[in-house]
């Protein structure tokens, strides 16, 4: 995302922020009026050099991981792509984690972050608040393969095979109240293992949404792993969500917390600049982002140009879900 480098960034007019993430927005206006050298400050905060904090990495990539065994799951044949898989080694070092650095090579600074033990909390309007440890969950869970294209909104894009389960099974899990219309994600906080998080002025934790309807879509999934592996540390392990009709930043890493709600999430990109990287998010070649188009977008390993497609191309699945909506605002 190009919120710290650009120019071109404005605050929304729309006053429906709270008051903590104004104070931090003016936080970073200041930042950005202050030039380039400023702005590269927070760069180097956030160990941008790509290494781990001393000590920690290392014990955490040696630790085996316990899930393993369960790679790799048969492949659902039913998600088929047209184009080639992009390479394990690009998926892996090509990555946005914010929490680990506002740059694309965070993989190396992302093995601080300890996946063992990890537990997600499932609450608000569900019927019973609990917490479950992610190797109870994994064996509770339909494991599968699904090959997904993944279109970033800053125009790159990549096609991999995840493993995990439909998020449909977790919510079908969790046993939400008729009432519940959204459901919030957040990932973990950490601000000594994700240097990233001591950015004052973003509003961690990473929060995202979706509406109910959009999580029991069939194609919103859950990885557990990728490239018949458990997922690796940068691409957002333990377990992360994929909505591959939506750009990128929707797919929220390493979930610690889902909540069941009656209105909608404020999510992490909207607070920020709600303008370019608001709720919906539902790719489209139609509707440029405010800064630079999107009709046509960079496959990783080749960088090659195609066009892109509306929602990324999965429009049978997912374009009866906003049916009779507003139709830009969807792209929004
Ligand atoms: N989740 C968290 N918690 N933090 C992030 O910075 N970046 C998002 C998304 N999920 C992000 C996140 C963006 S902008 C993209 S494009 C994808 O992760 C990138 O996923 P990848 O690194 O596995 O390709």
């Known amino acids: ?180 219309k959204y459901l919030r994600m957040e990932t973990f906080k950490d601000p000594d293992v994700a240097l990233g998080q001591r950015q004052h002025w973003y509003p961690w934790p990473y929060v995202e949404g979706l509406t109910i309807k959009e999580a029991v879509n069939e194609l919103a999934f859950i990885a557990t792993g990728l490239y018949g592996k458990p997922i690796r540390k940068q691409n957002g392990a333990p377990l992360r969500l994929v909505v591959p009709w939506k750009y990128g930043f929707k797919s929220i890493k390493s979930l610690v917390r889902l909540s069941f709600t009656d209105k909608r999430p404020m999510t992490f990109w909207e607070a920020i600049a709600a303008r370019e990287y608001g709720f919906w998010a539902n790719v489209n070649p139609e509707v440029p982002h405010p800064r630079w188009s999107q009709a046509r977008e960079r496959l990783l390993d080749s960088g090659k140009k195609v066009p892109t497609r509306i929602y990324n191309g999965y429009g049978e699945f997912v374009a009866g879900l906003y049916k009779g909506m507003d139709g830009e605002a969807l792209f929004k």
């Open 1 to 180: 995302m190009h919120v710290l480098k650009k120019r071109g960034w404005e605050l929304p007019d729309s006053a429906a922020t709270p008051e903590n993430l104004f104070i931090e927005r003016r936080r970073l206006v200041k930042a950005l009026a202050a030039g380039p050298v400023l702005l590269a400050a927070p760069a180097l905060i956030a160990g941008c050099d790509g290494d781990a904090p001393k000590g920690t990495a290392n014990a955490a990539v040696t630790k085996a991981d316990p899930s393993a065994g369960l790679y790799p799951v048969k492949r659902n044949l039913r998600y088929r792509v047209d184009r080639s898989i992009t390479s394990e080694k690009s998926a892996t070092t090509y990555n946005n984690f914010y929490e680990f650095g506002s740059h694309k090579s965070i993989h190396r600074a992302a093995q601080a972050l300890s996946i063992r033990p990890w537990t997600v909390r499932i609450d608000g309007m569900v019927e019973k608040p609990f917490d479950i440890a992610i190797d109870d969950l994994l064996k509770k869970m339909p494991l599968e393969e699904r090959v997904y294209r993944l279109r970033c909104v800053e125009a790159w894009a990549m096609t991999v095979p995840w493993s995990g389960f439909p998020l449909k099974a977790l919510v079908d899990l969790a046993k939400p109240l008729s009432g519940a």
